[in-house]
């Protein structure tokens, strides 16, 4: 999961809960602009705001083995093939 995909999810997950930025942020304590960044995968700043803003939200990070997959024969063909 990148960045852009976690920030899909915190921002899914504040807005079910009903949450505007500005409410996030009275809870956590981390400006709003801090937690929009998150929410468009820009934020490259402390775990702690991380952490922060997923505990008041419910989401937590799980560190998992990274997977690396080979593309298929399709996929590299469209990568490289002659534009017709």
Known sequence: MDRVEI?????????ELGLTQKQLQEKTHVHKTTISEMENGRF?????LFERVLDAIGLEFVVTTKVHRIPNMHEIQELFGDDD
Do not use: L
Request: proline fraction near 0%.
């Open 7 to 15: 920030g899909i999810k915190i921002k899914a997950y504040r807005k």
């Open 44 to 48: 490259s700043g402390s775990f702690d």
